[in-house]
C-alpha cells in the first residue's frame, strides 16, 4: 500500500460513506412503500469509473455485495453520457433477483466519466404471476418484469416510454411509479455530493483516494486471514427444499486458508433447481464478502478491495451460480442466507472461539395482494419477519431481529394496518424458541395476519425442516412454522407455498429461534 496521510485516508473514507448514507436517507423518506420507507429494503453506494465499490452505508448486505457487477454490466451495455440514469433488476446481469430494482448514474468530472452513484430498492411488486413477485416459479419469466439495462434518464430526460413500459406490468404503479422517483432523487443527492467533495478538494486527491481506500480494506482483510490457521475447513448444510419438490438442497463448502489468501469452494452443492432457490454468483458472492467483511474487527469500508485476497469455486449450473431463465425469487433471500450459515459452519472450525452459532437461517418472505374496496385499489404487500440471532462467545443471541443478508426493519403493525385491509392479531416473541447452551439463542417472532379480503398469497421461508445450527455443545434453535387457521381449523403450510385466503383467514408465522453456544452448566 502507498504511504499516505491516515488522517486524510480517514476523511476520504468518511466522505464517501457519507454521501451513501445521504442517499439513504433521501431515499427512505421519499418513498411510497412500507416495504422501502419503513422496512429500509434499500442500498446505496458509491462506485469508481470501472464499477468497483468504494463505500457503502449500512445497510442490506446481499445487495451490496452484488451491486458492483450491476453497475458493470451497465457499462457494458450502455454508453454513459451526463445525466443519464440507468436501471436493471436482471438476476443474470448483476441483479439479485427481480423486485430488487438497481439505479446507476453516473458522475462526470471535467468531462470526464469518474465515478457513478447508485441504489438498490425492492419493489413490493414487478408483475409475474402472482402478487409480491414472488412466486413459486419454474422459471425467471414467471417471476416479473425483466429489465435490462436501460436509460430511464438520457441527457437528464426522463424516458417516459420505458417509464410507462415498467409502470403498464405492475400491479401497483401508482407506488412504483414513487418508489422510483425517490431513488432517482437518492441518486441526485449522491452525485451532487460528489460534484461537492471535487470541488472541495480536487479532482486529483479525489480519485487517488478513491482507490486508497480499497487497497485499505485489502490490507486488513488480508491480516486478518493470516491470522487464521492455515487449512481446509469444510461445512454442509441444506435448504428444505425448492417448492417444487420435497428434496432438501445441500450447500457445501471448502474454506481453503492459506496465507493471507483464501479459496471458497461451492463444488460439492446440488446443481440449480426446478424451484426459485437459485443464487446467481451476485448473490454468492455477497454472502462470501459479508462474512469476511464480519471477521475485520476495524472499521474498514465495505469494498471492492476486500475481493481481492479471495477466490470463489462456484460452478456454473449449481444452486449458487445458477445459469438463465432458471428461477431465482427466493435466491436472494433465503440461500445467501444459507450460504452465510456453511461459510460460518466451516470457519467455526478455525476459529472455534470467535464464530457464533446459526441464526435464525431464513429471512421468512411473506408477500400478498387482491383488492381493497374500501380504497378502491389493488394491493401488492411484501415484508420479511426477524427472528433469532445466534449466540456467540460471551453473549446470548439477540430476540426477533433480521440478521446476516437482511439488515432490514421489521414493519410497525401501525403501518401495515394503515395500509393494507388487515388486522395484525398478534406480534411478539416466540418465548423458548432460542437454543439453549452457556449462551442461549435469541427468540424468533409470533406474527398473527387477520385478511378482510380474498387475497393471494405466497410465503418463501427456510429452517421449517432443518434447525439452526448450534456450536461448541450449544442446542439448535427450534424450527419455524407457518399455520393458516381458515373458519377455525388450522392446517400446517410447508417452507414454501402459494394460498389462497378468504375474508376472515388468520395466517401465522412462528419464526425460528437461533442457536446456542458451548455447553449449558449444570
Known amino acids: 500500500m502507498k504511504k499516505v496521510d491516515p488522517i486524510e485516508l480517514e476523511l476520504f473514507k468518511n466522505v464517501f460513506i457519507a454521501i451513501s448514507e445521504e442517499m439513504a436517507a433521501v431515499l427512505g423518506r421519499t418513498a411510497l412503500s412500507p416495504n422501502i420507507k419503513e422496512r429500509k429494503d434499500f442500498s446505496c453506494a458509491c462506485f469508481n469509473r470501472a464499477g468497483e465499490t468504494l463505500a457503502q452505508g449500512s445497510h442490506i448486505p446481499v445487495h451490496l455485495g452484488a451491486m458492483p457487477l450491476s453497475v458493470q454490466a451497465a457499462l457494458r451495455a450502455v454508453t454513459f453520457e451526463k445525466g443519464d440514469l440507468v436501471i436493471l433488476n436482471d438476476p443474470y446481469r448483476g441483479g439479485t433477483h427481480l423486485p430488487d430494482i438497481t439505479c446507476i448514474s453516473p458522475v462526470f468530472l471535467g468531462g470526464r466519466l469518474s465515478f457513478f452513484v447508485a441504489n ?44 410507462d413500459l415498467l409502470l403498464a406490468n405492475v400491479r401497483t404503479p401508482d407506488e412504483r411509479r414513487g418508489d422510483l422517483l425517490a431513488q432517482v432523487a437518492a441518486n441526485e443527492i449522491g452525485r451532487a455530493r460528489l460534484e461537492e467533495a471535487v470541488a472541495r478538494f480536487g479532482v486529483e486527491k479525489v480519485r487517488l483516494y478513491s482507490g486508497l481506500i480499497q487497497d485499505y480494506s485489502e490490507k486488513f482483510l488480508r491480516q486478518t486471514i493470516r491470522d487464521i490457521p492455515d487449512g481446509d475447513y469444510a461445512f454442509v448444510d441444506h435448504l428444505d427444499d425448492d417448492g417444487i419438490s420435497a428434496r432438501p438442497i445441500k450447500i457445501a463448502v471448502r474454506v481453503t486458508i492459506r496465507g493471507d489468501k483464501a479459496v471458497i469452494d461451492f463444488s460439492s452443492s446440488s446443481p440449480q433447481t426446478e424451484g426459485g432457490v437459485n443464487a446467481n454468483f451476485a448473490i454468492t458472492c455477497s454472502a462470501v464478502l459479508y462474512v469476511f467483511r464480519s471477521l475485520v474487527e476495524e472499521d474498514i469500508p465495505f469494498n471492492t478491495g476486500l475481493m481481492r485476497p479471495l477466490e470463489i469455486v462456484a460452478p456454473k449450473g449449481s444452486i449458487v451460480n445458477a445459469e438463465f431463465p432458471a428461477a431465482c425469487a427466493g435466491g436472494n433471500v433465503e440461500t445467501s442466507q444459507r450460504i452465510v450459515d456453511v461459510l460460518l459452519g466451516a470457519l467455526a472450525k478455525a476459529l472455534p ?142 417452507s414454501k407455498v402459494n394460498v389462497k385466503i378468504r375474508p376472515g383467514d388468520v395466517l401465522r408465522i412462528e419464526t425460528p429461534g437461533g442457536g446456542g453456544f458451548g455447553r449449558p452448566r449444570n
Open 353 to 494: 472461539d470467535r464464530i457464533p452459532a446459526a441464526s435464525q437461517g431464513t429471512m421468512n418472505n411473506v408477500a400478498f395482494g387482491g383488492y381493497d374496496p374500501w380504497r378502491k385499489r389493488h394491493f401488492a404487500y411484501y415484508e420479511t419477519i426477524g427472528g433469532g440471532m445466534g449466540a456467540g462467545p460471551g453473549a446470548a443471541g439477540l430476540d426477533g431481529v433480521h440478521t446476516h443478508m437482511t439488515n432490514s426493519l421489521n414493519t410497525p403493525i401501525e403501518a401495515l394496518e394503515n395500509y393494507l385491509p388487515l388486522k395484525m392479531r398478534r406480534y411478539g416473541l416466540r418465548k423458548g424458541s432460542g437454543g439453549k447452551g452457556l449462551f442461549g439463542g435469541g427468540e424468533g417472532i409470533v406474527r398473527e395476519y387477520e385478511f378482510h379480503v380474498p387475497t393471494a398469497l405466497t410465503i418463501m421461508s427456510e429452517r421449517r425442516r432443518f434447525a439452526p445450527y448450534g456450536v461448541r455443545g450449544g442446542s439448535p434453535g427450534a424450527k419455524g412454522k407457518n399455520t393458516l387457521i381458515s373458519r377455525g381449523l388450522k392446517k400446517m403450510l410447508g
Open 120 to 163: 438498490r430498492a425492492h419493489h413490493s411488486d414487478v408483475g409475474g404471476m402472482s402478487p409480491g413477485s414472488m412466486p413459486l416459479a419454474t422459471e425467471l419469466f414467471q417471476e416479473g418484469l425483466i429489465i435490462p439495462p436501460v436509460k430511464l434518464h438520457s441527457r437528464g430526460r426522463m424516458n417516459k416510454d420505458v417509464f
